[in-house]
Each structure stands twice: as structure tokens, then as C-alpha cells.
């Protein structure tokens, strides 16, 4: 029986484009829409998607009473009409900047505060039959306020943080009622491996 590697393989060459348009451009990802082949059985089909920015997230911790805490902003999402609970979170869209430093800033930007310690948690593609977005999630602690506040704008305006026990988190994302792809991804994540580690 073969042996499987676990693991997402690259294929740059399993469908060859024979024609690509770009119908939308925008400020954060433009539309593409792409004629192809596949090469293993010929099939020809068009496919529509994002071509999206990369993106980093936080997951910030700090020792509760009986459990961690973590931190959690809310915001205003139009395209769902929802006011939702989030891990802070933002784009890589400042050039040169690599992942740890983005989700420093965006710590800093979104909440007023900067942390000692920093670790890669988890890493994942959040739509990947329609946008080729990644997303790296950073494991953050030792939280102290930031030296200076930020000027938040439109929707980001309205950011509230709040810390909350990180089982109730867990549980919240188990019953449905946090949906935010990034809060579940690092949540459950850091969940995995503290009890992979007994600390569960």
C-alpha cells in the first residue's frame, strides 16, 4: 500500500491557464476568472476567484483566575451583517513586512497593547476553492499597554476587547456561536496542543 505524506502538496502545473482576465480590481483583492486544463484527464473549465492579500492573526493570552484569558474584539462585519467576536487580526499589506511584525502591529493597532512573546500557532487558507488568502496565526503573552494609542477609522472605529476565559471560547466555537474563521482556527489550534501537552 502506498505511503501518503500528510501534508499540502504544491501543483503549479496540474492545470494549465489558457486564458485569464481580471474583470475586478480592488483595494484588497482583485477577481480573477481563469479558462484551464487539466492535465491528468483534459477536462477544460473557468474558474472565478480572489486573488487576496495574506493576512496574519493573534492569539493573546494572559493567566485568568482559574483559566487563561484571551482576547477578544468585536467589529462590525457588512458582508455577513453581524457583529462578531474575532481574534485581532489584519493584512500583510505593508511591503517588506514579514508575518511576526504585521501581527505586531495589528495587536498594537486594533487593541492599545504589545506583548513580550511571540510563537507561529497555527497557519491555514480560508477559502481555497475561492480565494488563495492565507492566514498565519501568532501565539502572544506577557500583555502591557502599548506607548502610544492608536487613530482607528470606519468600522475598526468601533472595535470593543474584552478578555474572556478561554474555555468559554472553546465552548462558544464547539456550539456555533463564534463563527470568525481565524478565532476558531487559533482557538481550537492552541486548544489541540495544550492538550497534546497534558494541560488540557
Excluded at 505511503?3 to 480573477?32: C, K, N, W
Excluded at 482607528?152 to 463564534?178: C, K, M, N, T
Amino acid at each position: 500500500m502506498e505511503t501518503m505524506e500528510l501534508r499540502d502538496q504544491p501543483a503549479p502545473l496540474h492545470a494549465r491557464v489558457t486564458d485569464s482576465a481580471a474583470p475586478y480590481r480592488g483595494r484588497i483583492f482583485d477577481v480573477l476568472v481563469d479558462d484551464l486544463v487539466l492535465e491528468t484527464t483534459g477536462a477544460t473549465m473557468r474558474r472565478e476567484y480572489m486573488k487576496h492579500d495574506d493576512a496574519v492573526a493573534v492569539v493573546a493570552l494572559r493567566p485568568g483566575v482559574t483559566d487563561e484569558e484571551i482576547l477578544l474584539i468585536r467589529q462590525y462585519r457588512h458582508p455577513v451583517r453581524a457583529m462578531m467576536w474575532e481574534i485581532p487580526a489584519g493584512l500583510l499589506d505593508v511591503e517588506g513586512e514579514d508575518s511576526c511584525t504585521a501581527a505586531q502591529r495589528e495587536l498594537a493597532e486594533e487593541t492599545d497593547l504589545v506583548a513580550q512573546t511571540w510563537e507561529p500557532l497555527v497557519q491555514f487558507l480560508t477559502s481555497p476553492g475561492c480565494s488563495d488568502e492565507g492566514i498565519q496565526v501568532f501565539l502572544a503573552r506577557g500583555l502591557q499597554p502599548a506607548e502610544q494609542r492608536f487613530a482607528r477609522e470606519d468600522e475598526e472605529a468601533e472595535i470593543e476587547a474584552y478578555w474572556f476565559p478561554l474555555g468559554d471560547v472553546v465552548q462558544a466555537v464547539l456550539a456555533g456561536r463564534l463563527r470568525c474563521p481565524t478565532l476558531v482556527a487559533g482557538v481550537l489550534a492552541y486548544s489541540a496542543r495544550q492538550a497534546a501537552h497534558g494541560r488540557g
